[in-house]
């Protein structure tokens, strides 16, 4: 599956940036697409509806929110979600090396905006297969590795 991974400058700021990774609504599995937030991702000059990570990666309980807030579901979710789309920002832009994506971040250099796209492992309904070792959780899990194929968005 692609991600939409984007580095964009924080208006008014030296270098100050944004990171995101978003997954194109065509990736997402046909079911979950009516449940899934949609932001429009800027690719080039256009824009394509997207999705978080957390909506696509989240298990089918998610949807069942009654159950999903009394078992804790949302933070562990949120946890998984935001380690994976650190990994891809991290593959994809090397300055970012925080454990998980700031929502800002300061550069003592200033490398201007970027997007791409790149391939990944199949992220649908994924949380059950990442959850129990999200602390060890590596790039090479998701399918990716420093100098992979990046291509335009």
């Known amino acids: 599956m692609d991600v939409i991974v984007s580095r964009s400058r924080i208006p008014g700021t030296a270098s100050t940036y944004h990171y995101r990774a978003l997954v194109p ?9 009516p449940r899934c937030v949609v932001i ?15 909506d696509v ?16 579901l949302a933070a562990r979710l949120n946890l998984v979600a935001r380690r994976i789309e650190s990994l891809i920002v991290h ?13 800002m971040l300061a550069l003592d ?5 970027a997007s791409y796209r790149v391939a990944v492992a199949d992220l ?21 590795y420093q100098g992979c194929d990046l291509r335009a968005a």
């Open 124 to 144: 649908n309904e994924a949380f059950e297969r990442f959850a129990p070792a999200i602390d060890i959780l590596m790039a090479a899990d998701l399918g990716l």
């Open 40 to 54: 429009q991702a800027r690719i080039g000059n256009g824009r394509a509806p997207s999705t978080r990570i957390a």
């Open 57 to 72: 990666v989240a298990p089918a309980a998610w949807y069942e929110r009654e159950l999903a807030t009394p078992l804790g």
């Open 91 to 103: 593959t994809v832009f090397p300055e970012m090396t925080a454990r998980l994506t700031p929502l």
């Open 25 to 33: 609504l065509a990736e997402v599995a046909l079911q979950r697409r």
């Open 109 to 113: 250099f200033d490398p201007g905006e």
